[in-house]
């Protein structure tokens, strides 16, 4: 994890830890980086307030989180666009922030988790600082991007 994000490495972690029983095959971070901007791919977002207020993104890139939402809904979906398939995307993600903010409750640190939202084209969000994520398994990718908000 980049220098200076280390609370982002326990969502990272989460995300792994929370994917994995989802996945057809072993999940593995493909690469971490340091970017401009949230993806423009199909996906959820969460607003995590704490100390600082994060903005929790799992997005789409090569058939990954199709592949976790499907089996997570128990239901086969056409593609990662279609509602009911961006819905079960953001019930992941909000699994995946309910774990992030249990295990900071339990270092002592309070989240409040923001409803989840979805859609074709992430929302611009002003963040000082995105990590992105990259996880894949097999050929399939997805991404989880992590922000602190700059409000």
């Known amino acids: 994890m980049p220098g200076g994000m280390e609370n982002y490495s326990i969502i990272a972690d989460e995300a792994v830890r929370?994917?994995?029983p989802y996945m057809d095959e072993k999940l593995t971070i493909d690469n971490i980086g340091i970017v401009e901007d949230f993806s423009p791919n199909p996906?959820?977002?969460q607003i995590i307030e704490s100390d600082s207020t994060i903005v929790c993104s799992l997005y789409e890139e090569s058939g990954g989180l199709l592949e976790?939402?499907?089996?997570?809904a128990g239901e086969r979906f056409e593609g990662i666009s279609e509602r009911d398939a961006l819905d079960a995307a953001a019930e992941l993600l909000n699994y995946?922030?309910?774990a992030y903010a249990k295990e900071m409750s339990e270092r002592g640190t309070a989240c409040e988790l923001q409803p989840p939202d979805y859609g074709n084209k992430l929302k611009k969000f002003c963040a000082v600082k995105i990590c992105r994520v990259r996880l894949k398994t097999g050929k399939s990718k997805m991404g989880i991007s992590i922000g602190v908000l700059d409000i």
Do not use: C, E
């Open 18 to 20: 929370m994917l994995s």
């Open 68 to 72: 976790a939402v499907s089996n997570f």
């Open 96 to 98: 995946i922030s309910g």
């Open 43 to 45: 996906g959820a977002w």
